[in-house]
Structures are given as C-alpha cells and as structure tokens.
C-alpha cells in the first residue's frame, strides 16, 4: 500500500496519469502504475464528494464553465467570519488527511531501465511513490553497522 495525503493526491494526480500513460516495457512495473491509477482516480472522486459537501454546507452553487464542466462557486463575502474559518478549517482537515491506495513504490533504477520520460516537478510532486534507492542504501548500511 502506498500513503499519501489528499493534498498530495491532488498535486500529484495529473504527474502520475502522465507517468503511467507512457509505453513501458517492464510489465510489472506497467501493471503497478495501472493499479495504481485506478486506485489513486477513485479515491479522488471520493474526495471531490467530500469537498463538495462541505463546499454545499456554506452556500456553494454550481456553475457551468465555458468548457461545459461544472463547478462549485463560493461567495466567501456571504458568509460571516466564523463560517469562513470553519469552512477554511475544515478545508485544510481535508486536504491533511492520510490516504491509503493500492500500490508499491517504484524504484528509480524501474523507472531507468523503463525509459520513462519524467520532469523534475514530476520527481517533486511523486515523492511519495518513487523509492529513493541511496536513502534505502545509506539505511541498511546504518542499520547493519549498528
């Protein structure tokens, strides 16, 4: 299983859909990052629900894009200053919470041998999936000196 928190689900979504919708050669490696996505969009939803509830609770309506999409409109000026705490509040509870999803982490030399095609913000905002190898190496050897 992999951790993460639903801000870094949210900052990250889109890195990692760009990451697993590569061509990869190691199956296994190809087979973990599906999963994963699968797991990672619908835990999403859920939390888009959850947001919205919280978002319906203060007075948010929907409001049709030019795109088409929907989405939730806020008159923060509406509400008084202890609504826009709470809201605010319950907000950050939201965004700090700790998520499981179906997973393992992906080692940098997985990623290598993959030739997959990945930006340094990508590295940035994945922190929570890609294995830093030295890290583990420098572990092991502290752990195995002790």
Known sequence: MLTLTVKELRESLNSFANLAGQRISNVRLAYNLGKTLKSLQEEAKYIGEQEK???????????????GDVALSLDQDALTAEQRK????????LQSLQIEVWGS?????????????ISAHDFSVLNW??????????AKAE????
């Open 53 to 67: 509830e919280i978002f319906t609770r203060y007075g948010a309506t929907e409001q049709k894009q030019m795109s």
């Open 86 to 93: 709470e809201f605010a509040d319950q907000i950050a509870v």
């Open 105 to 117: 982490k992906v080692s940098l030399a997985d990623l290598e041998i993959s030739a997959v095609i």
């Open 129 to 138: 999936l890609i294995a830093d190898e030295e890290v583990v190496a420098i």
């Open 143 to 146: 752990t195995a000196g002790r």
